[in-house]
């Protein structure tokens, strides 16, 4: 059905109280966006941040009348958009196509029939969560993954999203994979996606941060953001057997300096992996460090 956007500048101060004001009127969905130029790329881990110029967008219903709102939001400047009907669902899906990485490995699209069948064919499914290979720093780890997995090995995928690169490891040789997550959601689109590649547990297995078991694993795979990462070097660390190693995505080029800085307390950090601006970080977890 056709649907109708409002969008209402406005600063970061004002920006919550009106989308109160938007979801009491029935909006179903409400977003924000950057009203200028002030990118936010990574903020500390639960600390949200909202731009000092911020655009607040409310979709409605067609057929709702929103006039009421308007004259509510009569000292702001709104700009109303007419949404046609169409099928986004669908549309979303079509731009994901089947992509290979590295020699051997491809991830299709659950709704595709896999272009080499006798490859290794990774099945997905990513609904809601982030993870299907186009996004530079989750092709940079399925590269990865493809040349350097080993058989046996335990594996940890700290922030699995749709647990993209854990089920890659596992069809690249490994033995099991922790899938953590702090999204609920995340971790029913990593299981879903786990069962159509065939992975149940304990072979493949999602815990919350706060309920995942003591262990040590041989990969240690966390492709988030700068930011968390520093914030949870320590934790990492401490998954990581003697040896093992740790692979990290989701990083800038200026902000491998920072990294390394830190890791390097831990790990025997490697030459960078870049991408474009994207960069991936792999370490050897040391002894004597």
């Keep these: 059905m056709p649907w109708k956007e409002l969008h209402i ?38 600390t949200p941040r909202i731009w000092a110029k911020t655009i607040v967008i409310g979709l409605f219903d067609n057929t709702l009348d929103i006039s009421p709102l308007l004259e509510q939001l009569s000292d702001y400047v709104v700009h109303m958009i007419d949404i046609p009907d169409e099928d986004w669902v669908r549309r979303s899906l079509d731009s994901f196509k089947p992509m290979k990485f590295g020699k051997k490995l491809w991830v299709c699209p659950s709704w595709q029939t896999p272009p080499d069948p006798d490859a290794i064919n990774l099945i997905l499914d990513p609904g809601l969560a982030f993870g299907t290979g186009s996004h530079p720093t989750t092709s940079l780890c399925l590269a990865w993954l493809d040349e350097n997995i080993q058989s046996e090995q335990q594996v940890i995928d700290y922030g699995c999203g749709s647990g993209i690169l854990g089920i890659a490891a596992l069809k690249l040789g490994a033995k099991s994979v922790f899938a953590i997550d702090h999204d609920i959601q995340a971790l029913e689109s990593a299981n879903h996606n786990s069962r159509q590649n065939d992975f149940y547990p304990p072979v493949f297995t999602t815990f919350l941060p706060e309920n995942m078991p003591d262990i040590k694993a041989d990969l240690v795979i966390a492709n988030i953001l700068a930011q968390p990462l520093l914030e949870l070097a320590p934790k990492l660390a401490s998954l990581t057997c003697f040896g093992g190693k740790i692979l990290l995505s989701g990083i800038l080029y200026d902000q491998v300096e920072g990294i390394n800085n830190v890791y390097k307390n831990w790990y025997i950090m490697q030459h960078p992996i870049s991408k474009g601006e994207w960069v991936n970080l792999v370490g050897i977890r040391a002894n004597n460090i």
């Design 9 to 46: 500048i406005t600063t970061a101060d004002k920006a919550d109280a009106i989308s109160d004001q938007l979801s009491n009127f029935g909006a179903n969905a409400i977003t924000f966006r950057d009203g200028g130029d002030d990118p936010i790329f990574e903020p500390s881990l639960n």
